[in-house]
T-cell receptor
């Protein structure tokens, strides 16, 4: 079974600075997807960024980028120019899609609580 | 609707009572998931519906838990004979495009079992 580990329960960063959140996962699969989801205090989870394992290029979405190291099974999230609205829980997740013989269940890590300080 | 709607937002019940949680997904989103989030924990998969296929119930923790979905619309999660360890936020999510993992979540139903 796949597992996702986020080793940083809490982190903080000053506004406008850069922060990196860590995620490692364990799988024997070669084709899969990885995600970072954000859960603000309002509770509603939203997708931040998605990476397909067969793509070597790291995904980027505006201020958010990932460092995907497939051999090391590492998938970190970098937030540049941090903003107060980035304060949230961040969850790393793994999925093997049904088209690749998987179940389409997302397996989540326990999350990292990020606080952006003014 | 514009987003995933869950009700009730908060539910307090006594141990041993049955509860029903409702999820109204985004129209046209064929896949629907239920997850459980205990305080300070990650999301725990419960059940997955995809169109008319048999649901994936592999995450349901016991036979006290069940879920139904009518077609591609509303889903209900039922917990019978609630226990204190059932206290959690129950999150519903839907997926517009299969195989993408791009889920749209509701705000959840917070269940407290006294």
């Amino acid at each position: 079974a796949q597992t996702v580990t986020q080793s940083q329960p809490e982190m903080s960063v000053q506004e406008a600075e850069t922060v990196t959140l860590s995620c490692t996962y364990d799988t024997s699969e070669s084709n899969y997807y990885l995600f970072w989801y954000k859960q603000p205090p309002s509770r509603q989870m939203i997708l931040v960024i998605r990476q397909e394992a067969y793509k070597q290029q790291n995904a980027t979405e505006n201020r958010f980028s990932v460092n995907f190291q497939k051999a090391a099974k590492s998938f970190s999230l970098k937030i540049s120019d941090s903003q107060l609205g980035d304060t949230a829980m961040y969850f790393c997740a793994f999925m093997k899609p049904r088209s690749q013989g998987g179940s389409e269940k997302l397996v989540f890590g326990k999350g990292t609580k990020l606080t952006v300080n003014p | 609707g514009a987003g995933v709607s869950q009700s009730p937002s908060n539910k307090v019940t006594e141990k041993g009572k049955d509860v029903e949680l409702r999820c109204d997904p985004i129209s046209g989103h064929t896949a629907l998931y239920w997850y459980r989030q205990r305080l300070g924990q990650g999301l725990e998969f419960l059940i997955y519906f995809q169109g008319n296929s048999a649901p994936d119930k592999s995450g349901l923790p016991s036979d006290r838990f069940s879920a139904e979905r009518t077609g591609e619309s509303v889903s209900t999660l039922t917990i019978q004979r609630t226990q204190q360890e059932d206290s959690a936020v129950y999150l519903c999510a839907c997926q517009r495009v299969p195989n993408t993992g791009e889920l749209f979540f509701g705000e959840g139903s917070r269940l407290t079992v006294l």
